[in-house]
């Protein structure tokens, strides 16, 4: 499976930003789809989760109320609708893929590229 993440950019905070991950070849053996994050000099940050199969959804406590993870089966992709963004959101953001219902990085086997959000005051 390939991961394409899109939908970053240049936004100010309280805009909101969707960010699109489309998955690519065969996804039968993925449980889940996270969001991640990362800024320069600190470990990848689990934001988000989705089971491939019945959309449970899981959020850390650090993103919970504004951002949104949902999936859309028929197009293999999964959105994380992000909203009143604050200049602490600003960070490259990646879409994984794990077989395991986990929200440890090191369990998601396959990544996307990364987009970069970049929230200015």
């Known amino acids: 499976v390939q991961l394409q993440a899109s939908g970053g950019g240049l936004v100010q905070a309280g805009d909101s930003l969707r960010l699109s991950c489309a998955a690519s070849?065969?996804?039968?053996?993925?449980?889940?789809m996270g969001w991640f994050r990362q800024v320069p000099g600190k470990e990848r940050e689990f934001l988000a989760r989705?089971?491939?199969?019945?959309?449970?959804?899981y959020y850390s406590d650090s993103v919970k109320g504004r951002f949104t993870i949902s999936i859309n089966n028929a197009r293999n992709t999964v959105y994380l609708q992000m909203n009143n963004l604050k200049l602490e959101d600003t960070a490259v953001y990646y879409c994984a893929t794990s077989t395991m219902v986990t929200t440890i990085p090191s369990l998601f086997r396959t990544w996307g590229q990364g987009t970069q959000v970049t929230v200015s005051s």
């Open positions: 989705i089971t491939w199969s019945g959309g449970v959804t």
């Open positions: 070849g065969r996804v039968f053996n993925s449980v889940v």
